[in-house]
Each structure stands twice: as structure tokens, then as C-alpha cells.
């Protein structure tokens, strides 16, 4: 897989790696390779031998390690295989950014429900913070469709980690799901088990969003707890 690390150095440049590295704290070195060089170079190991770039398992430097689980998610395997190479990467997640992107290409979960969902679920009650931000944005992404509302609520009401990472994406995935489907979440707003931060962390991020109304940011304004 050197071959992979040469393309990433080569694309590379210290514009995008600056502005990457004040957004992503996370402890593995960052090359500074934009989204679009990312994708290419995706689609060229699929086009390939992605299994022994799998087996390599490169995660030297922030870009390996996304390109690795993208591979993971995107290439035609059985889902036990899957799953698998999964569980292997999801504790090497260091960052957000790592995080987000891969759960973001989750298809395989919505196109596999219940193994899909079983699987998410499981990491809400790691105790590794990024484990459970896999869990509850992985959720978010593949299961965000009116059917599993309830569901996913409850799924992240239970999350009690007290990590940033993983309290701000039950906030954020909250926020979400009351954007797409007010009348559904507005009662969970009402009765929840959210602390006191994740709660009011969920408000700021309706109250921020693009896509609500002012009257619904002046009663989300009025529901925060003090």
C-alpha cells in the first residue's frame, strides 16, 4: 500500500492541511488531501485489490484512516465480512471528522435493517467516546426516515457517556430528526432523559438551524433548562 501513501503525499498541500488541522483534533498526522482526491483514490482501490488494502489496514495518517473505512463501507462484501473489518476499525476513530464521514456512507445499514441497526446500537454504551459517537451517528445516517423516529430517539436517549464528542452528536442527531419531523420530536423535547448540556446543546442546534422557523426558535428559546 505504499503506492496509496505516495498519491496521498502527492495530492497533498499545506493550504488544505492547515485548514484541516484547525477542524479536526485528532492524533494521528494530517497530509492536507482534499475531499475530491479522497474520492478519486477511492474509487481506484475499489477498481482493485481493495481486500488486500483492507488486510494492509493503513491508518498511519488521518487520510488512510478515512480512506480505510471508506473502503470498508463502500466495497462489495458479505455483511458478516463487513461487520467485521468494522469492529476492527471503529477503535482507531481519533476524531470527529473520521467519525462522520464514514458513518455518512453507511448504506449497507438501512439496506440491512435489523443486522444494521443491532449492530449501530451496540456501541451506544462503549465506553470509548468515539465508539459511541459511531453508534449514534451511524444511526442518524442510516435510519433517519419517519418508521424509526421513535425508535432512534430512544436509542439515543439511553447514551450516557459524559464525552464531548459523544454528547454533542446525540444533540446534534436530536436537532436533526426535529428538523425532518417537528411533530414527532417536539413531544421527546418534552420528556427526555437528556442532562441538562446534551439538552440544551439539542435547542441551540434547532434554534441554529436554516431550516426552522422563528417561532420555532423563539419556543425552543423558552424550553431551555437553567
Avoid at 470498508?72 to 463487513?82: D, K, Q, T, Y
Avoid at 444494521?116 to 445516517?141: K, T
Wanted: with cysteine.
Amino acid at each position: 500500500m505504499d503506492n496509496v501513501r505516495r498519491r496521498l503525499e502527492a495530492m497533498a498541500t499545506p493550504e488544505h492541511r492547515a485548514f484541516t488541522e484547525k477542524i479536526v483534533k485528532g492524533r494521528l498526522p494530517i497530509l492536507g488531501v482534499k475531499s475530491a482526491g479522497m474520492q478519486k483514490l477511492l474509487k481506484e482501490i475499489l477498481a482493485g485489490d481493495w481486500r488486500a488494502f483492507l488486510e494492509a489496514s493503513p491508518d498511519s495518517v488521518h487520510e488512510e484512516l478515512v480512506l480505510l473505512g471508506w473502503v470498508i463501507v463502500s466495497a462489495p462484501m458479505p455483511l458478516a465480512e463487513r461487520l467485521q473489518h468494522l469492529r476492527n476499525f471503529v477503535p482507531k476513530i481519533d476524531s470527529w471528522a473520521v467519525c462522520d464521514t464514514v458513518c455518512g456512507r453507511l448504506q449497507f445499514a438501512a439496506a440491512e435493517a435489523e443486522a444494521g441497526w443491532e449492530f449501530l446500537a451496540s456501541y451506544l454504551c462503549r465506553d470509548d467516546e468515539f465508539a459511541v459517537r459511531f453508534g449514534v451517528v451511524g444511526l442518524l445516517e442510516a435510519f433517519l426516515r419517519e418508521p424509526y423516529v421513535s425508535r432512534l430517539l430512544a436509542a439515543w436517549d439511553s447514551v450516557r457517556h459524559e464525552g464531548y464528542y459523544a454528547r454533542m452528536a446525540v444533540a446534534w442527531a436530536v436537532s436533526i430528526a426535529y428538523v425532518n419531523f417537528p411533530a414527532l420530536v417536539t413531544p421527546y423535547l418534552a420528556n427526555n432523559h437528556l442532562d441538562d448540556w446534551t439538552y440544551n446543546k439539542t435547542l441551540q442546534k434547532i434554534i441554529e438551524s436554516r431550516q426552522v422557523t422563528e417561532e420555532t426558535r423563539a419556543a425552543m428559546r423558552l424550553r431551555k433548562r437553567h
